[in-house]
């Protein structure tokens, strides 16, 4: 079975602010709002994110998804959210897909270790196994909510009430 850190840090234990509760108190105002200098708002970073998981769960899954030809394909391209209402499906599935791979973390050392077929040309000298790619995704998640995070502070909302480093 997969190392229980890889389930505590996708959830926020020791360095990691849990995402989902980083999350909880954000409205969609505060999603759209950005930082002079850095280009994306709250609300495209969780799209951002919902986008990868959700490719590399479909990867996982054996299926097909294109990959972007160039990286702000990822990006949502509004920097707000349309309603309060698309804002609260956008958590509502970031916190879905977030349960779907501590589920699949849970999954027994061979199923693990299958290889995941790659889907863009510079990846296929590489051979990854699930595990790899939830290694993945859990770091690409981090970096981004660590983002989140220091955007907040900024804004004068950090921490949650969940809690949150803030030293």
């Not at 479909?58 to 160039?70: D, L, S, V």
């Not at 863009?120 to 989140?148: C, D, F, P, T």
Request: charged share 20%.
């Amino acid at each position: 079975m997969m190392d229980a850190i890889y389930r505590e840090l996708l959830r926020g234990k020791r360095a990691h602010v849990d995402p989902i509760a980083c999350l909880e108190d954000v409205s969609a105002t505060q999603a759209a709002q950005t930082i002079q200098g850095y280009p994306h708002s709250i609300w495209q970073i969780v799209g951002h994110m919902n986008y990868w998981m959700e490719y590399e769960l479909q990867r996982i899954a054996g299926k097909h998804p294109a990959y972007p030809e160039h990286a702000i394909e990822s990006w949502p391209s509004n920097l707000a959210p349309g309603s309060e209402a698309e804002w609260m499906a956008a958590r509502e599935t970031f916190a879905k897909l977030i349960d779907r791979l501590a589920a699949l973390s849970q999954s027994s050392s061979e199923a693990l270790r299958a290889p995941v077929e790659t889907m863009h040309v510079k990846e296929e000298a590489r051979s990854y196994s699930v595990e790899a790619v939830l290694w993945q995704i859990m770091v690409h998640n981090s970096y981004h909510v660590g983002q989140i995070a220091m955007m907040m502070r900024c804004f004068g909302t950090w921490p949650p009430r969940a809690g949150g480093d803030s030293w």
